[in-house]
T-cell receptor
């Protein structure tokens, strides 16, 4: 199946710093990528939909100025958590679509963020 | 009310048991339905799609009742390796968005 990578796999940072997470589709071109967040014992929540070459579409309640998304190429999307705070500590997962249909959406391995 | 609701469990069952998970969704515009599996600290992985006529994949059987907005997953002959969280997922018409349930945790013991 298609492969999606994320980097870094985990990060620990001090409160107030910014953290960038990369999501790459390794063997296919992804016009659409999605960013999710999952808190412990909770569901994956969609944060935003990222389309190559255009602005991301954010879900209700997600601050676009805090979670900056850049989809610069067909194989790379980045999520930057600006001025991270302890409440931003979570598991961030991206997914990328390789074609039409939900079954073509592949998930990255996730990035675990801990803000001290 | 949550868009996708599941019993969080955990379901603790012995090897070889049959276990069933249920899920309800609130939006009648939901078009596609899936079961994903998520291991601890890992990304979710597609287990199977769910079709109106019901479908089976080996030991796994999925059912959909659109009238009741209800989805189920049946696992027969449980294996230790089936231990994971099972996520009920719906997709709305004309969108690629996936709406995840909170998941049902399954623990299979020897």
């Amino acid at each position: 199946g298609a492969v999606v990578s994320q980097h870094p796999s985990w990060v620990i940072c001090k409160s107030g710093t910014s953290v960038k997470i990369e999501c790459r589709s390794l063997d296919f071109q992804a016009t659409t990528m999605f960013w999710y967040r999952q808190f412990p014992k909770q569901s994956l929540m969609l944060m935003a939909t990222s389309n190559e070459g255009s602005k991301a579409t954010y879900e209700q309640g997600v601050e676009k100025d805090k979670f900056l998304i850049n989809h610069a190429s067909l194989t790379l999307s980045t999520l930057t958590v600006t001025s991270a705070h302890p409440e931003d500590s979570s598991f961030y997962i991206c997914s990328a679509k390789s074609g039409r249909g939900v079954e073509t959406q592949y998930f990255g391995p996730g990035t675990r963020l801990l803000v001290l | 009310r949550k868009e996708v609701e599941q019993d969080p469990g955990p379901f603790n069952v012995p090897e070889g048991a049959t276990v069933a998970f249920n899920c309800t969704y609130s939006n009648s515009a939901s078009q596609s339905f899936f079961w994903y599996r998520q291991d601890c600290r890992k990304e979710p992985k597609l287990l199977m799609s769910v079709y109106s006529s019901g479908n089976e994949d080996g030991r796994f059987t999925a059912q959909l009742n659109r009238a009741s907005q209800y989805i189920s997953l049946l696992i027969r002959d449980s294996k230790l390796s089936d231990s994971a969280t099972y996520l009920c997922v719906v997709n709305f018409i004309d969108t690629d968005k996936l709406i995840f349930g909170t998941g049902t945790r399954l623990q299979v013991f020897p």
